[in-house]
């Protein structure tokens, strides 16, 4: 088919700005597969016309456009009518837009503007959640497909396209500052808490979106909780964790000792059974007990946390310090005829004293003592301290003497 003058003049117009940095081109009313053969001419590629493309475009600039941009320019034409350049073998040929992710394109892009195909890798986020937000920025003709194996995208599309779904999965795609948690737990087993606590962070981050998800596990062997997420997420849910993991001061019981100062702890035990039996509990609850360690005068709970700090304070009034009377004795045998013999004595040894001294006491230590009213006169006349008891003066001077001897000294702690 012979050019006619108008599009011969383009093609010579072209043809000589080619070695230029661009090509001017203005046309009207020219039949597309008049251009076809033109770019052909001009980028001196192979263009295979599959079927008749009918139409007719027109170009019209004030200004050259770049070699690179003609096949970009021929792209746009044959879209418009439904028809895309795809290689095979060496050379271009002309398929439907329909066909074309059919036709075998190239994998990755090539030089010029045709469609191809191109794995993109996402590496920290989901495919499947990414392909959903980049989906729209496919061209009419163009197809995704998302390797779950993979996690990437398989893209048959224009290169505009491509770049344009490149950059914005790369800036979806950004690496997180993730963090990895380890927490054990000290007063609670992990599997009573782990399911309220995946509330908690469900209900704070939504689990769908990328930059909010937090990963959760479980390990029963060690009693732990293993956290993934970002530092300032993992901090902020560590707060909560620690709440939970609290003593179950309600429903969990222990055993505590409590030792007891004052109070006998045998008789502390029968008042606490007695007001435990009284007490009134819900209905699936387990009733506390308490026993007496008879030798450490300790009570033994086993109750709740709640229930043994209600039980320190009502022992903080029953275990009070109460009055208490020290009796101390002294068991004697006196002989009766020492004891008379050595008053006798004293008393004529007496007589050689002087009246007033106490050695006056008793004429016969074997008689009544001398009453304490006697004894105090004496010694406030001579100036004398008072004796605490005349029994105890007899009670030594005898001991002194022969006269007594001591069998046992006994003593007695009295309360109340």
């Not at 006619?4 to 081109?25: P, R």
């Not at 033109?38 to 027109?58: F, H, R, Y």
């Not at 503007?113 to 986020?125: G, R």
């Not at 999965?169 to 993730?178: G, R, V």
């Amino acid at each position: 088919m012979k050019l006619n003058k108008y599009i011969l003049g383009t093609l010579l117009a072209a043809m000589l700005t080619l070695q230029a940095e661009t090509i001017e081109l203005n046309f009207s009313n020219l039949k597309i597969t008049e251009f076809v053969k033109m770019v052909s001419k001009i980028t001196q590629k192979n263009i295979l016309i599959t079927e008749p493309i009918n139409g007719n475009v027109d170009f019209i600039s004030d200004h050259g456009i770049e070699k690179d941009q003609l096949f970009v320019l021929l792209q746009s034409i044959l879209e418009s009518k439904g028809y895309t350049l795809v290689g095979s073998n060496g050379f271009l040929k002309t398929v439907k837009l329909t066909d074309a992710s059919k036709d075998a394109p190239p994998l990755s892009e090539g030089k010029i503007a045709q469609i191809h195909t191109q794995v993109i890798q996402v590496e920290s986020s989901d495919a499947n959640v990414l392909g959903a937000q980049v989906r729209f920025l496919l061209s009419k003709s163009g197809k995704i497909v998302v390797s779950k194996t993979n996690n990437a995208f398989i893209i048959t599309d224009y290169p505009k396209n491509t770049r344009l779904i490149k950059e914005l999965i790369a800036q979806l795609d950004q690496k997180k500052d993730q963090e990895i948690a380890f927490l054990p737990m000290e007063h609670v087993k992990v599997a009573t808490i782990f399911t309220e606590f995946t509330n908690i962070v469900n209900s704070l981050y939504d689990q769908k979106i990328v930059q909010q998800k937090v990963g959760l596990f479980k390990n029963d062997a060690t009693n732990m909780i293993i956290m993934v997420g970002k530092k300032a997420q993992l901090e902020r849910l560590k707060s909560y964790l620690e709440i939970l993991d609290k003593p179950d001061k309600v429903t969990k019981q222990r055993l505590a000792m409590i030792p007891l100062k004052n109070a006998d702890a045998e008789n502390v035990t029968k008042i606490l059974t007695d007001i435990i039996s009284k007490k009134t509990y819900p209905k699936d609850a387990i009733k506390p007990s308490v026993s007496a360690d008879k030798e450490l005068n300790s009570l033994i709970f086993i109750a709740t946390g709640e229930e043994i700090e209600e039980f320190q304070q009502l022992l903080a009034e029953l275990d009070r310090e109460r009055q208490q009377v020290y009796v101390q004795a002294r068991i004697l045998e006196i002989s009766k005829s020492d004891s008379d013999h050595l008053g006798v004595e004293y008393g004529l040894d007496s007589l050689a004293e002087s009246s007033g001294n106490l050695y006056n006491l008793s004429a016969n230590i074997g008689g009544s003592a001398l009453p304490m009213s006697t004894v105090a006169a004496y010694a406030n006349d001579y100036g004398l301290p008072v004796p605490n008891t005349s029994v105890g003066i007899n009670i030594n001077f005898l001991l002194q003497n022969g006269a007594a001897r001591t069998l046992s000294e006994p003593s007695l702690l009295c309360i109340n």
